[in-house]
């Protein structure tokens, strides 16, 4: 995946990871993988900002209560810098009761609603697994039947990235 705005300046976008840690091995990796990428395309370390929290039924109060934050003027910092783009990290793998629906399909509702209501991208790291070795491979940990290893955090990464710098250029009616 590359960035489709590769001559814009990307070292002052804030960028929010927030990620359950259930399945702490994957989850862990995919952090990992987006934060190599946002550094790697520019983004400079200390507008990086992560947080966790328990599992992945909790990433949208946790995103919108995060993203509130950085609107809100603080002493240490009066004028308040809204983070660009968040990535939402957590792994949920389906067992044997309805408890693995119910939770991807309100974890998925909950972000695009918040990112929709506080137009500020969201980008969708939950994966939705039947099992503990597509998380792995998706992590890029093992490799699977047939095809290779490759951690999708580093795509989510490139994904902030692109659409901050959009976000960004929309607000001031320029079309990238």
């Known amino acids: ?18 990620h359950a840690r259930w399945n702490d091995r994957i989850v ?9 990428a946002l550094i790697e395309a ?3 370390a200390e ?4 947080q966790s929290v328990p599992g992945s039924w909790e990433l949208p109060v946790a995103v919108e209560s995060i993203y509130a ?10 004028f308040p810098t809204p983070f660009d783009a968040i990535i939402a990290i957590g792994t949920l793998i389906k067992g044997e009761t309805m408890h693995f629906e ?5 974890v998925s509702q909950g972000l695009m609603r918040l990112q929709l209501e506080k137009s500020v ?3 969708f790291g939950v994966l939705t697994l039947l099992n503990e070795e597509q998380g792995l491979v998706r992590a890029g940990l093992a490799g699977g039947k047939g095809s290779a290893a490759h951690n999708h955090g ?8 692109e659409l901050g710098v959009k976000r960004r250029a929309w607000r001031e009616g320029v079309f990238l």
């Open 1 to 18: 995946m590359q960035i489709q705005t590769t001559s814009i300046e990307r070292s002052d976008l804030r960028i929010a990871i927030v």
């Open 28 to 36: 862990y990796s995919l952090v990992d993988g987006a934060k190599k």
């Open 42 to 44: 520019g983004v400079v």
């Open 47 to 50: 507008n990086i900002v992560t």
């Open 69 to 78: 934050a950085s609107l809100t003027p603080t002493q240490s910092s009066p």
């Open 102 to 106: 119910y939770i991807a399909d309100a």
């Open 121 to 123: 991208p969201v980008i």
């Open 154 to 161: 580093e795509n989510w990464g490139l994904a902030a990235v």
